[in-house]
């Protein structure tokens, strides 16, 4: 499911908005793109992630925080923050086939997060980052290399992640990088993600 770039959309730092985004990333072969919306009505955010949804017929298409919008628009699942209703609510709601990712910030956190049935992890921010506001101090790469020797999921690192210090992340053994404002914030978003994603050709 997981390996290589994983997208986020974000509205506030994107230059040409998120369907714009999504269409660039897919044309770069993303295989997973999470829609993430703050401060909009929940219809405004079913109306979007609609649209979106249309668009990644051939990716993984996930809705941060919102259940019901995900529901709403048959999404193929979640992705869940330490804050949001528990891993095992959501499959509640959400079945056994689609996917629910967990955001962890420590060793502890994503040992429950794999006992409670998550499909992947979110582990971050590895360094210091400013596009989420609530994101806690930076962790460092090691917290990676801790988490992939005990817990047999994939991880998603995300959080202050470049070109100049992702290769760093994957040798950490992060199965997939997201990088937002590295990537949203250029002219040119699939010419970006293919940079990243050659990362992984590198190993």
């Not at 290399?145 to 959080?159: M, W």
């Amino acid at each position: 499911m997981l390996r290589g770039y994983y997208f986020i959309t974000d509205d506030a730092l994107s230059l040409r908005g998120n369907i714009s985004d999504v269409c660039r990333a897919m044309d770069a072969g993303v295989k997973v793109i999470q829609y993430r919306a703050k401060d909009i009505s929940t219809q405004a955010m079913i109306d979007e992630a609609a649209k979106l949804r249309e668009l990644t017929s051939k990716a993984i298409f996930l809705v941060n925080d919102y259940i019901d919008v995900a529901l709403a628009v048959d999404a193929d699942g979640v992705h869940l923050g330490q804050g949001d209703i528990s891993c095992e609510e959501a499959r509640i709601s959400l079945g056994v086939h689609r996917k629910i990712g967990i955001s962890v910030n420590t060793l502890e956190q994503a040992k429950l997060a794999f006992k409670q049935g998550a499909d992947y992890l979110g582990v971050g921010p590895v360094f210091l980052t400013t596009t989420k506001n609530d994101a806690g101090a930076a962790l460092g790469v090691e917290l990676i290399r801790e988490i992939k020797a005990e817990v047999s999921l994939p991880v998603v690192a995300i959080g202050g992640i470049t070109l100049d210090n992702a290769a760093d992340v994957i040798a950490a053994g992060a199965d997939a990088v997201c990088a937002i404002s590295a990537v949203v914030s250029k002219p040119d978003v699939k010419d970006e993600i293919l940079k990243f994603k050659g990362l992984f050709k590198k190993e």
